[in-house]
């Protein structure tokens, strides 16, 4: 019963927050025509109201982000072509990015620098967990084997640093950026302030159910790693 239950908090813990996200995002995804334009007609605009000479805004189906290696603004269909809160307040919060990148923010410059190199890094840590216990079958001694799992654990330890980086830039992005220009430029209207609250805190928190995950994946390979 106890084990069930912790089962249950680990799943929620892990889970809760991306359905959570997904939940707020449809909530406020309905047509609004009275709104003065789309999410991708309103990332131009800022982007032009901010001198943002070199930033463009193109659509893309990998997820809204902003590329601060193409200087792009990248929004998926749904919210470049939408008149939401849904899509005006990511559109407000990618140009964050953009502002900050412009500001010479060093945790976005950080970031982008450890992207490249932790993707790789990632890339061979699952590789050298799954050729661990082959390894040490084959060798028929743990040093291999231990010493392959602790390389394919570095690939978890090297992304949660990164969401340690990217949680800071993302509730800058939306809080200090994005929510302060929507305001003060009556792009929405103050009844529906909260929502876009709601809206750019599920914006800042895409990375936290990745982040569980991972040190969800980084216990279990321990308590593996232990019992050797």
């Known amino acids: 019963m106890v084990y069930a239950v912790g089962v249950l908090i680990v799943l929620a813990l892990i889970f809760g927050p991306s359905l959570w996200v997904k939940m707020v995002m449809s909530k406020y995804s309905s047509e609004m025509p009275e709104m003065p334009g789309t999410g991708g007609e309103l990332a131009k605009h800022l982007i032009e109201r901010f001198s943002l000479d070199d930033v463009k805004v193109e659509v893309t189906e990998l997820g809204d982000h902003y590329d601060p290696i193409e200087k792009k603004v990248r929004l998926l269909r749904k919210h470049y072509e939408s008149k939401s809160l849904t899509a005006v307040a990511i559109a407000a919060h990618e140009v964050g990015h953009a502002i900050q990148d412009q500001q010479g923010d060093k945790r976005l410059a950080i970031r982008t620098k450890m992207v490249p190199v932790v993707d790789k890094v990632a890339r061979l840590s699952v590789a050298f967990i799954y050729l661990s216990p082959v390894i040490g079958i084959i060798t028929r001694h743990p040093m291999p084997f231990s010493l392959l799992l602790f ?5 978890f330890v090297a992304r949660m640093m990164v969401h340690a980086v ?6 800058d992005a939306s809080f200090s950026k994005a929510l302060p220009l929507l305001r003060e430029g009556k792009y929405v209207s103050q009844s529906n302030e909260k929502a876009v609250s709601s809206i750019l805190r599920a914006a800042a928190l895409t990375y936290v159910s990745a982040a569980l995950a991972d040190i969800l994946n980084l216990g279990r390979w321990i308590v593996i790693l232990l019992r050797r």
Not at 151 to 155: T, V
Not at 166 to 171: A, K, M, R, S, Y
């Open 151 to 155: 390389l394919g654990l570095s690939g």
């Open 166 to 171: 990217t949680l800071p830039i993302e509730f």
